[in-house]
C-alpha cells in the first residue's frame, strides 16, 4: 500500500508540475503576470510568494493551476479586468492559446523524452515469439495453471508461430480454448476459460496473458521515431475511445479515475524504474490528450472561449466564463467519482 500511495505521489507530482510549468513559462514568455503556481488543490500545505507570484503545494494531487493576471480559470474567482499590458486580456488570441495549450505541449515533450531515453538505455521493445511473459493473477489464464515463460505451441489444435496469431485464436474462441504448451522442454496441454470483453462496438475473448517483451540495440533516429510513434498512438486510441463514448459504444467502466492510476502506480513501481517511467510517459501523453479536450475548466475549453471572443471581436463577461467554469468544474468532479466507483469495484473484484 505505501509503495502504491507513494508511487502515485510522485506520478502525479511529476505531471502536475511539468503541465503547470509549461502554462507558466508560456505566460512568463509573453509578458503575462502569474498570481499564483498551484500544484495540487486546497487545503495548502505551505505557501512561499517570489516576486509576484504565489507559490503553493496543496493536499489534493488532482491537479493545479496557474492564475494569470486578468484570467477565469480553475481558481474560480472572478478576476477584474483593468487591460493593463501584463494582463491575459490584453493579449492577442495567437499568444492566448499558446499559453493555454503550453502544459499539453510540456506533456507531450516530457513523454517523448522519456521514452527516447528508455529506447536508447533499454532497446526497442519487440513481441515476435508465442512467449508468455506474464500471466495475470487471478485472471483464467493464472487459475488454470498457465505460467511465464511458458511457449504456447498451439490454441484449440492450430499451430502457432507468432503472437499475432495467440490473439487471434483466443479472442475468436468460445467459453474454453485448449493451449499446448512446452515448458522447460516438456509438452504441457491446459483447458483455459475464457473471458468476455467489450472492444468497440463488440465483444472478444481474454483469458488474462502478455506476452515477452525482447528488446534489441537502436540508435537516436529509432529511438526518436519511436518515441513519437508511441505518443501518437496513444493519442489515436485515446481519440477513439473518446468518440466511441460519445456515440454510446464506449462505457466509462473502461476509464481509469484517480483510484485505478494509483494502483497502476503501484504495480508499474514493483515492476522496477524502466516500467515505471513508461507508465509516467502514458499517463503524461494521456493528461495531455484529456486537457486539450474543448470542455469547460480544461485547457481546451479556455482555448475555444477565446476562439468564440476572437470571432464576435468583443470579450465574453466575467459572469458568464466563472459560470461556464463553475459548471464545468462540477461537472468533472462528477465524472471522476463515477469513474473512482468503477476503478473500486474493478480492483476488489465487484
Same mark, same amino acid.
Given at each position: 500500500? /505505501?509503495?502504491?500511495?507513494?508511487?502515485?505521489?510522485?506520478?502525479? @507530482?511529476? $505531471?502536475?508540475? =511539468?503541465? !503547470?510549468?509549461?502554462?507558466?513559462?508560456?505566460?512568463?514568455?509573453?509578458?503575462?503576470?502569474?498570481?499564483?503556481?498551484?500544484?495540487?488543490?486546497?487545503?495548502?500545505?505551505?505557501?512561499?510568494?517570489?516576486?509576484?507570484? !504565489?507559490?503553493?503545494?496543496?493536499?489534493?494531487?488532482?491537479?493545479?493551476?496557474?492564475?494569470?493576471?486578468?484570467?477565469?480559470? %480553475?481558481?474560480?474567482? @472572478?478576476?477584474?479586468?483593468?487591460?493593463?499590458?501584463?494582463?491575459?486580456?490584453?493579449?492577442?488570441?495567437?499568444?492566448?492559446?499558446?499559453?493555454?495549450?503550453? @502544459?499539453?505541449?510540456?506533456?507531450?515533450?516530457?513523454?517523448?523524452? =522519456?521514452?527516447?531515453? /528508455?529506447?536508447?538505455?533499454?532497446?526497442?521493445? %519487440?513481441?515476435?515469439?508465442?512467449?508468455?511473459?506474464?500471466?495475470?493473477?487471478?485472471?483464467?489464464?493464472?487459475?488454470?495453471?498457465?505460467?511465464?515463460?511458458?511457449?504456447?505451441?498451439?490454441?484449440? @489444435?492450430?499451430?502457432? %508461430?507468432?503472437?499475432?496469431?495467440?490473439?487471434?485464436?483466443?479472442?475468436?474462441?468460445?467459453?474454453?480454448?485448449?493451449?499446448?504448451? *512446452?515448458?522447460?522442454?516438456?509438452?504441457?496441454?491446459?483447458?483455459?476459460?475464457?473471458?468476455?470483453?467489450?472492444?468497440?462496438?463488440?465483444?472478444?475473448? +481474454?483469458?488474462?496473458?502478455?506476452?515477452? +517483451?525482447?528488446?534489441?540495440?537502436?540508435?537516436?533516429?529509432?529511438?526518436?521515431?519511436?518515441?513519437?510513434?508511441?505518443?501518437?498512438?496513444?493519442?489515436?486510441?485515446?481519440?477513439?475511445?473518446?468518440?466511441? /463514448?460519445?456515440?454510446?459504444?464506449?462505457?466509462?467502466?473502461?476509464?481509469?479515475?484517480?483510484?485505478?492510476?494509483?494502483?497502476?502506480?503501484?504495480?508499474?513501481?514493483?515492476?522496477?524504474?524502466? *516500467?515505471?517511467?513508461?507508465?509516467?510517459?502514458?499517463?503524461?501523453?494521456?493528461?495531455?490528450?484529456?486537457?486539450?479536450?474543448?470542455?469547460?475548466?480544461?485547457?481546451?475549453?479556455?482555448?475555444?472561449?477565446?476562439?468564440? *471572443?476572437? =470571432? $464576435?471581436?468583443?470579450? $465574453?463577461?466575467?459572469?458568464?466564463? /466563472?459560470?461556464?467554469?463553475?459548471?464545468?468544474?462540477?461537472?468533472?468532479?462528477?465524472?471522476? +467519482?463515477?469513474?473512482?466507483?468503477?476503478?473500486?469495484?474493478?480492483?476488489?473484484?465487484?
Amino acid at each position: 500500500m /505505501l509503495i502504491t500511495i507513494l508511487s502515485f505521489v510522485l506520478v502525479a @507530482g511529476v $505531471i502536475i508540475t =511539468i503541465h !503547470e510549468f509549461g502554462h507558466f513559462i508560456a505566460a512568463r514568455l509573453t509578458g503575462m503576470r502569474v498570481k499564483k503556481f498551484s500544484i495540487g488543490f486546497p487545503p495548502r500545505i505551505f505557501t512561499k510568494q517570489i516576486g509576484e507570484t !504565489e507559490f503553493s503545494l496543496s493536499w489534493i494531487p488532482l491537479g493545479g493551476y496557474v492564475q494569470i493576471a486578468g484570467m477565469v480559470d %480553475e481558481s474560480m474567482e @472572478g478576476e477584474a479586468i483593468t487591460g493593463a499590458p501584463d494582463e491575459f486580456m490584453s493579449k492577442n488570441p495567437a499568444q492566448k492559446i499558446f499559453v493555454l495549450s503550453a @502544459g499539453v505541449i510540456m506533456n507531450y515533450i516530457t513523454a517523448i523524452l =522519456i521514452l527516447f531515453g /528508455l529506447t536508447l538505455v533499454v532497446g526497442m521493445p %519487440e513481441v515476435n515469439r508465442a512467449v508468455i511473459g506474464e500471466a495475470l493473477a487471478g485472471k483464467p489464464a493464472a487459475t488454470a495453471g498457465v505460467m511465464s515463460d511458458d511457449v504456447i505451441r498451439a490454441v484449440d @489444435g492450430r499451430s502457432v %508461430e507468432v503472437w499475432d496469431d495467440v490473439v487471434k485464436h483466443i479472442t475468436s474462441a468460445g467459453d474454453t480454448v485448449q493451449l499446448l504448451l *512446452e515448458r522447460q522442454g516438456q509438452s504441457v496441454t491446459i483447458a483455459v476459460p475464457t473471458e468476455e470483453i467489450a472492444a468497440g462496438d463488440s465483444t472478444r475473448r +481474454v483469458i488474462g496473458i502478455s506476452p515477452k +517483451v525482447e528488446f534489441r540495440s537502436a540508435g537516436v533516429g529509432e529511438a526518436a521515431g519511436n518515441a513519437v510513434a508511441f505518443c501518437w498512438n496513444t493519442t489515436t486510441n485515446l481519440a477513439g475511445f473518446i468518440g466511441n /463514448l460519445v456515440t454510446g459504444n464506449g462505457s466509462l467502466s473502461q476509464l481509469s479515475g484517480p483510484v485505478g492510476v494509483a494502483q497502476l502506480s503501484g504495480e508499474s513501481a514493483r515492476r522496477g524504474a524502466g *516500467e515505471f517511467l513508461f507508465f509516467i510517459a502514458f499517463v503524461s501523453v494521456s493528461i495531455g490528450f484529456l486537457n486539450i479536450l474543448p470542455f469547460p475548466v480544461l485547457d481546451g475549453g479556455h482555448i475555444v472561449i477565446v476562439i468564440i *471572443e476572437a =470571432i $464576435i471581436r468583443r470579450p $465574453i463577461s466575467t459572469r458568464v466564463k /466563472l459560470a461556464i467554469q463553475q459548471a464545468g468544474m462540477a461537472a468533472l468532479l462528477l465524472l471522476i +467519482v463515477v469513474v473512482s466507483y468503477h476503478d473500486i469495484l474493478r480492483i476488489f473484484g465487484g
